[in-house]
């Protein structure tokens, strides 16, 4: 169960890779949604890291701009592994974008939050749930339109009992903050001891691939479930909001 939404991953199906997450293409559709159906902006700007990830999401912007009629005002990348976002910082405000799409990991993308806010830009920012919500969040300085999509419920304000069972696991560990990404491992975890109990004492891989291609769990507002068709047990979509706090 890889921590990624990459389509090819998913499709065609992959005998033996299977998902909890939604895809990418789910996430920033429902991103583009948002922005374009609901709020009406059109004047968006992508910034992509420059790698196959960065590729994966961008192709899903892409096609969720391409199914309203609309292409991105300009595209810009920057180098994975740095935290060198000016050049595209300059071409995004140049610009005058209302909206940036950000791919990439949370410390280049808080960079380019905060010195757009320095400079007196000051768009709509969107990012897929690889970003870690809770680390960039807490790196942001000032207020800040951010938008992250989350393909896991927060565990933290969540009624269901697994949500229940997993902030009681983790609190006798004694770890006291929790985010989707910790509960999505979890998650992970407790789908594979599940899945093994069916085989019991005959678990084997032959066994757990079997059972994990019929496997359901149904829990109120949380429903996992895989077929030979589909890997992908999950396919809900959250939006989690940027909240300043002085």
Do not use: W
Request: with cysteine; aromatic share 12%.
């Amino acid at each position: 169960m890889p921590f990624s939404g990459a389509e090819f991953l998913r499709k065609p199906v992959i005998k033996n890779i299977f998902h909890l997450r939604a895809s990418y293409y789910q996430e920033t559709e429902q991103q583009i949604h948002f922005l374009v159906d609901e709020k009406g902006m059109t004047n968006i700007g992508l910034m992509i890291q420059a790698d196959e990830f960065g590729i994966s999401v961008e192709k899903g912007y892409l096609m969720a701009l391409k199914n309203r009629g609309i292409k991105p005002t300009v595209t810009t990348r920057y180098r994975r592994n740095t935290n060198d976002i000016k050049l595209a910082l300059s071409i995004l405000k140049a610009k005058n974008v209302q909206v940036v799409a950000f791919v990439g990991t949370y410390e280049p993308f808080a960079q380019l939050i905060n010195s757009a806010y320095q400079q007196d830009f000051t768009p709509f920012f969107t990012s897929v749930s690889f970003i870690s919500s809770r680390d960039l969040f807490q790196r942001i300085k000032q207020p800040s339109n951010v938008l992250v999509t989350e393909v896991m419920l927060d565990p933290a304000n969540c009624n269901e009992a697994i949500c229940l069972q997993f902030m009681d696991d983790m609190k006798a560990q004694g770890i006291k903050t929790v985010d989707q990404i910790l509960f999505e491992g979890y998650l992970n975890a407790f789908v594979f001891v599940e899945v093994a109990k069916q085989c019991g004492e005959s678990l084997s891989q032959s066994c757990f691939l079997e059972k994990l291609t019929n496997f359901t769990y149904q829990d109120k507002g949380l429903t996992i479930e895989f077929s030979e068709n589909d890997h992908q047990g999950l396919s809900s979509i959250f939006l989690n909001f940027f909240q300043f706090d002085k």
